[in-house]
C-alpha cells in the first residue's frame, strides 16, 4: 500500500512538473511568435524552441534516451519513422530539431493543438484527402525553406504490435523538395530498470480513442522509461519514382529493425537479422 502511495505521490509530482513545463513553453513561444515577423524565421524559433522544452518534458516522465547513429543538426531531411504515441514525439524532438507534420484534428485538439501551434507543425487532413497536393506542395515548401521535416507515415499511432502500412503520397515531398529522406525506427528498451513486458504497453503508447491526459497519467505513474532511436543511412528519391515501392522499402527496413509488443514477448532483445539492412534500388547514404 505504502509502494503504491509512493507511485501516486511521484506522479503527481511529476504532472505539477509537466505542467509547468508547458506552461513556461507556451510563454517564451508566444513571445517568439509575436517577435519575429519573417514566418520562415518565426518558425525556426519556434521548432527550436520546442526542442528546447522537448528535453525537460522527457525528463518529467524520467525517459532515458539512447541514440544510435545520431545526425548532424544541419541535416536538412524527411524524418520517416514507426509511432506509438506522444513518448516517441518527445524523444525525437529532444534528438533532432523537427517540423512535425500532424493532422487538423490534433490541431482542433484544446491545449494539444496551441501546443502543435507553438511548436511551428504543419497540418494534414486525415479524413479528407481531397486536398492531398496542395498538402504536399506544403511539406515540399517546408524541406525546400531548409527545415527538417518528422512525418508519420502510418498516419496514426499503432498499439505496439505492429509497424502499421504506410501513406505513400506525401513521402514524395522528398523528391519534389531535392531532400534525402531519413528513416528511423523507435523501439522502447527499458522500462522501470526491466525488460519491456507486453503488460507495459498501454503505459507507454498512447493510440486508439483514448484522450491524452488518462495516458499520460499511466506513463507518469512508470519509474522510468528507457527508449532508442536508430537512424537509418539517407534514402535519396525522384520525382518520378515509384511512391509504392520508396513506401514498401522504408516499411520493410523499419520493421526489421522495430521490437513488437506481443503477448509471453520475449524479454531478451536479440540483434543479428534485425541489424542487417537489405538491398535496395534507391539510392542511400549514411
Not at 59 to 72: L, M, Q
Not at 73 to 87: V, W, Y
Not at 198 to 210: A, F, I, P, Q
Amino acid at each position: 500500500m505504502l509502494k503504491n502511495a509512493f507511485v501516486y505521490v511521484r506522479a503527481g509530482y511529476r504532472l505539477i512538473y509537466f505542467l509547468t513545463v508547458i506552461y513556461v513553453y507556451f510563454l517564451t513561444a508566444i513571445v517568439y511568435y509575436f517577435s519575429t515577423l519573417d514566418p520562415i524565421k518565426r518558425r525556426h524559433r519556434l521548432v527550436d524552441n520546442a526542442q528546447f522544452y522537448a528535453r525537460f518534458m522527457a525528463g518529467a516522465f524520467n525517459i532515458k534516451i539512447i541514440c544510435k547513429n545520431p545526425i548532424s543538426a544541419d541535416e536538412n531531411s524527411l524524418i520517416i519513422g514507426n509511432h506509438l504515441g506522444f513518448i516517441d514525439i518527445v524523444t525525437l524532438q529532444s534528438l533532432a530539431s523537427c517540423v512535425f507534420i500532424t493532422s487538423l484534428e490534433m490541431k482542433r485538439t484544446p491545449v494539444l493543438g496551441q501546443i502543435c501551434d507553438l511548436g511551428g507543425c504543419a497540418y494534414v487532413d486525415r479524413k479528407n484527402r481531397m486536398n492531398i497536393q496542395e498538402e504536399l506542395k506544403g511539406i515540399t515548401e517546408t524541406l525546400t525553406d531548409g527545415f527538417r521535416v518528422a512525418l508519420y507515415a502510418e498516419s496514426v499511432a499503432s498499439n505496439g504490435e505492429q509497424v502499421l502500412p504506410f501513406k505513400k503520397t506525401l513521402l514524395m515531398s522528398a523528391g519534389f523538395a531535392n531532400r534525402p529522406i531519413r528513416p528511423f525506427v523507435f523501439n522502447f528498451r527499458e522500462v522501470n530498470g526491466g525488460p519491456v513486458l507486453y503488460e507495459h504497453r498501454d503505459s507507454v503508447c498512447w493510440y486508439g480513442d483514448e484522450t491524452f491526459f488518462p495516458a499520460i497519467w499511466r506513463s507518469l505513474k512508470l519509474d522510468s522509461v528507457t527508449c532508442e532511436i536508430e537512424f537509418l543511412p539517407l534514402v535519396y528519391t525522384k520525382p518520378e519514382d515509384d511512391r509504392s515501392e520508396i513506401a514498401k522499402y522504408l516499411h520493410q527496413i523499419i520493421s526489421e529493425k522495430y521490437i513488437p509488443f506481443k503477448p509471453q514477448m520475449n524479454q531478451v532483445f536479440e540483434t543479428s537479422a534485425a541489424d542487417k539492412t537489405p538491398r535496395t534500388e534507391f539510392a542511400t547514404k549514411s
